[in-house]
């Protein structure tokens, strides 16, 4: 068999995957981020006086971010078969046994896949702030200034592609499961739809802790959705405290959103049972 025939037939047997792909990527959006906007829109929760901002997210801008996001998905897709693609060829380092590397192997390259994604996530997304990409690749995620559960991919097709590309980088650097990435992209959304979701759950103390304090909070990404120039950084604030682009208010700000308003619900607690 020549290489083009190889091609063809790799083609022909991967086209079939298509639609369960999509629906894979589709609906681990579509069920984080519907269950954050019921969960902190439509019902009552424990975190309602932990908005970030105050205003609210206009409903009109709902629709289009899910819009988006789908469109991003449609990339992901077109990325996650091209791979495919060129893993039936023998490229990248999947590998389909766990006991080949071990399960604490497998956990391991949940981290290392998380913490690659976490560097080329912040200088990516750095480049994008730049003056020719802005416009071109980030602009559309920035129309959501007051963030929803639904702007977690609410990406230009060129950003969704941009950040697709994380898939081939780490299939290429170190042997990775099919588990291993399905845990990862898990965690990526549930932090992403967090990240967005306009309140802050995470606890007032968290920013004491020498180490918890290097994690992304969700008051951190809305700050970057307000002014821009601050928190570029993903699941950490690592890179963004290295080359000194965490927003200078952001641990007031933290503090202010959970430790003040948890100090006032308390008060009105007290005063309503008095
Ligand atoms: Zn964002
Ligand atoms: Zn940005």
Known sequence: MNQ?????ENLL????????IFMIDFLRY???????FLILYVWKHPFQNRKIQNKKA???????????SVSSVSVYTLVTLTV??????GYFKFYEDVREYGWGYLFLSVFLILAVQDFYFYWTHRLMHTKPFFRLLHKVHHESVIPSPWTAYSFSPGEALLHAL????????????????LISMTFQIVRNVLGHSGYEIFPGRFLSNGILKHINTNTNHDMHHQFFRYNFGLYTTIWDGLFGT??????KTFRKITEEKEKRLSDQIENDTN
């Open 4 to 8: 083009y025939s190889r091609w063809i």
């Open 13 to 20: 047997e991967l086209i079939p995957h298509t639609p369960a």
């Open 30 to 36: 579509f069920v984080f981020a519907g269950l954050a």
């Open 58 to 68: 206009q409903p009109s801008q709902f629709l289009r971010e899910f819009l988006y």
């Open 84 to 89: 495919l693609f060129f893993r039936k060829l």
């Open 166 to 181: 994380i898939l081939p980088i780490v299939v290429s650097l170190f042997p990775v499961h099919n588990l291993a990435l």
């Open 246 to 251: 965490i927003h200078p208010e952001y641990e």
